[in-house]
């Protein structure tokens, strides 16, 4: 058996550093934030279908420039932040840090480059006060969802109350979550620093995504826990039930994550621009969560559990 509760501060320390590194970072880098929570212009396009061939009644099929030509013919714009998403019927979809009516007009007339009959479906402008309720909304989507697991784990874990309040394991599951949270903000805040990676809604969405993962593997341990204390000598350590639990359920919990992980992956290198930085955001917060399911939550729990037993000696 892996003794992993008694090596514990050694995972504290590798977690401190890591929770520093990225406390810094977001302190002096922030986070790069995109159109969603900036705002800008969103302007949608359709390329034509056909163009009539030369000399005859006939037409060939038109094929659209891709995202990595869109971004190159519009390069000596300089436009801030730009972002082209390529949809179907030759449709394409630019986002980008700006709400001049006159850099619109060179935007487009760069693209008719490409194709002359170029069509201008929408161009809508997202205002400052629509990105600040965007953040706001954020946040309390985050906020909300952390109250709710704590509140959640808690009564889930109420008939135990021996040899630590039943509230506890909520704690621990809060602070093993913005473990993970901080980490993955801190790789993102250096991310946008050095390879100029944007943060939008999408960011938010695969945030309360590693919440829900992350919890759900805390939880698995914390089960166990709950089973060997129910089972178990009331004599028994309550450190040796706890590390007894973790050599379980550790190898179902990294096995799960890396059939996740190999998934992730594969989004990544195959899964195009779109998605890739979405998909990296939750690989990012699976490999943090498992760690922080293994190594960290359960080892609060007994951590807090010597404390009070000392001051009761």
């Not at 279908?49 to 038109?62: D, G, L, V, Y």
């Not at 002359?116 to 479906?121: A, R, T, V």
């Not at 559990?305 to 000696?313: A, Q």
């Given at each position: 058996?892996?003794?992993?509760?008694?090596?514990?501060?050694?995972?504290y320390?590798?977690s401190?550093?890591l929770?520093?590194l990225?406390l810094?970072f977001?302190?002096?880098?922030?986070?790069?934030?995109?159109?969603?929570f900036r705002?800008?212009?969103?302007?949608e396009?359709?390329?034509q279908?056909?163009?009539?061939?030369?000399?005859?009644?006939?037409?060939?099929?038109?094929t659209?420039?891709?995202r990595?030509?869109?971004?190159?013919k519009?390069?000596d714009?300089?436009?801030?932040?730009l972002?082209?998403?390529?949809?179907?019927?030759?449709k394409?979809i630019?986002?980008?840090?700006?709400?001049?009516?006159?850099?619109?007009?060179?935007v487009?007339?760069?693209l008719?480059e490409?194709d002359?009959?170029?069509?201008?479906?929408r161009?809508?402008?997202?205002?400052?006060?629509?990105?600040?309720?965007?953040?706001?909304?954020?946040?309390?989507?985050?906020?909300?969802?952390?109250v709710?697991?704590?509140?959640?784990?808690?009564?889930?874990?109420?008939?135990i109350?021996?040899?630590?309040?039943s509230?506890?394991?909520?704690?621990?599951?809060?602070?093993a979550l913005?473990?993970?949270?901080i980490?993955?903000l801190?790789?993102?805040?250096?991310?946008?620093?050095?390879?100029?990676?944007?943060?939008?809604?999408?960011?938010?969405?695969?945030?309360?995504?590693?919440?829900g993962?992350?919890?759900?593997?805390?939880i698995?341990?914390?089960?166990?826990v709950?089973?060997?204390?129910?089972?178990?000598?009331?004599?028994?350590?309550?450190?040796?039930?706890?590390?007894?639990?973790?050599?379980?359920?550790?190898?179902r919990?990294?096995?799960?994550?890396?059939?996740?992980?190999?998934?992730l992956?594969?989004i990544?290198?195959f899964?195009g621009?779109?998605?890739e930085?979405?998909?990296?955001?939750?690989?990012?917060?699976?490999?943090?969560?498992t760690?922080?399911?293994?190594?960290?939550?359960?080892?609060?729990?007994?951590s807090n559990?010597?404390?009070?037993?000392?001051?009761?000696?």
């Open positions: 058996m892996i003794d992993i509760i008694g090596k514990r501060k050694y995972t320390v590798f401190g550093i929770l520093v990225s810094v977001l302190s002096v880098w922030g986070l790069n934030l995109g159109i969603d705002g800008g212009t969103l302007m396009v359709r390329f279908e056909s163009i009539p061939a030369e000399e005859t009644e006939e037409t060939t099929s038109f659209p420039p891709t990595q030509e869109i971004e190159n519009l390069s714009l300089e436009i801030k932040s972002s082209v998403q390529e949809s179907e019927d030759n394409a630019l986002k980008y840090i700006s709400s001049d009516e006159n850099l619109n007009r060179e487009l007339g760069k008719k490409f002359g009959e170029i069509k201008q479906l161009v809508d402008f997202i205002g400052s006060s629509v990105s600040n309720q965007l953040k706001k909304s954020a946040i309390l989507a985050l906020l909300t969802a952390v709710g697991i704590a509140l959640y784990i808690a009564w889930a874990f109420r008939k109350s021996f040899p630590i309040p509230w506890q394991y909520g704690v621990g599951a809060i602070l913005a473990h993970d949270l980490i993955v801190g790789v993102f805040s250096a991310l946008g620093k050095f390879l100029d990676v944007e943060i939008g809604i999408p960011f938010v969405a695969a945030l309360l995504t590693i919440l993962y992350s919890v759900n593997d805390t698995v341990v914390y089960d166990r709950r089973e060997n204390i129910l089972s178990s000598d009331a004599k028994e350590n309550f450190e040796n039930i706890t590390n007894k639990s973790l050599n379980e359920t550790m190898a919990s990294i096995n799960t994550s890396l059939t996740v992980i190999v998934v992956l594969a990544i290198i899964g621009a779109t998605i930085f979405f998909a990296l955001t939750l690989l990012v917060g699976v490999v943090s969560g760690y922080s399911s293994i190594f960290v939550a359960s080892a609060l729990l007994v559990y010597n404390y009070k037993l000392k001051k009761i000696n």
